[in-house]
């Protein structure tokens, strides 16, 4: 649903107020992304000139949306809960029960619907050598490091219903603490309700419910600094997008493929591989200079 362009602004903060911090910081410092991947698949990615999103199933995340999920649910049974009724109901009665009851019947496709591509921050002193972390946890025997510019992921457009998001590395005492302090804010906000009405105030708390879940990892891994690029057909399709089955790693499996081809008439600009891509880094193996 449309928010009005003239609301957008309050609109994030206040219902995405970490999402819309760590965009400012980002591009406060000039910040790009790193997509750590092999030379083969790099490759692939740039004679294809298109990027898969994998479902987190056939993924190491699956376990991730698990933990977000546990958090979420635990948060909803506290007094944050209790809090987001009180905010949500005096505005439009009735309102949690049926966007608690959504998130719940939505929950099983969390796992099984959900498509990411990840990413790294990555600022200038990672032009260098990048981050021997992510060699190690996805380069493989020939690494590369496909550095974004930083704006494309920034785009306000719905075209490719996917969607960029910052990770939290929280715990359930952590996420607590976020919505709480999220849905204080909200209340402080009514009129912002009251503005863009109870089915646009539904779609955004079902959101906050479902990125947390979905972009929520546990505190050990905060060194990724990772974002995410998220999309759920069964929930938003975009005909921009396709839907192919590939092998991967000899499973065979649905993906999503986000084509490098810019669509200005949607928003969509800097997509372009000699746009989107800003350098390759070549990581430590033993063939570095074959790859370059």
């Known amino acids: 649903m449309t928010i009005a362009p003239e609301l957008l602004p ?10 819309n ?33 994998r479902g987190t199933m056939v ?4 376990s991730e949306i698990e933990h977000g999920l546990s958090c979420v649910l ?7 809960g209790s809090q987001l009724e009180k905010v949500l109901d005096k505005q439009y009665p009735g309102l949690t029960k049926e966007v608690v009851d959504s998130f719940v ?17 990555h600022f200038s002193p990672d032009d260098a050598y990048g981050r021997l972390s992510m060699w190690r946890a996805y380069g493989g025997e020939a690494g ?5 510019n930083g704006n494309v992921m920034f785009r306000e457009s719905d075209a490719l219903a996917a969607y960029s998001m910052p990770v939290a590395y929280l715990d359930e005492r952590g996420l607590r603490k976020k919505l709480t302090e999220l849905v204080s804010g909200i209340g402080m906000n009514v009129d912002l309700l009251k503005a863009i009405g109870r089915q646009a105030t539904c779609n955004a708390i079902f ?16 060194e990724e600094r990772e974002w995410r690029v998220v999309a759920s057909p069964a929930l938003q399709r975009s005909p921009l997008v396709p839907v192919t089955v590939e092998a991967v790693g000899g499973i065979p499996q649905r993906v999503l493929k986000i084509e490098l081809k810019d669509h200005p008439d949607q928003g969509l600009i800097g997509l372009e591989p000699d ?4 350098r390759v880094l070549i990581g430590p193996c033993e063939h570095a200079d074959a790859i370059g």
């Open 59 to 62: 993924m190491n995340d699956s």
């Open 105 to 121: 019947a939505w929950a099983p496709g969390f796992s099984s619907d959900t498509f990411i591509l990840c990413l790294s921050e």
């Open 275 to 278: 746009k989107l891509v800003d």
């Open 144 to 148: 590369v490091a496909l550095v974004i």
């Open 74 to 80: 635990s948060a909803l049974k506290s007094d944050v």
């Open 10 to 19: 309050i609109y994030k903060k206040v219902f995405f107020p970490y999402a």
């Open 207 to 222: 959101n906050i419910l479902r990125f947390a879940t979905v972009c929520t990892k546990h505190p050990a891994f905060e």
């Open 21 to 53: 911090e760590a965009v400012e910081r980002m591009q406060a410092q000039g910040g790009r992304f790193a997509y750590y991947t092999t030379a083969a698949t790099a490759m692939l990615i740039l004679k294809s000139r298109a990027m898969w999103m």
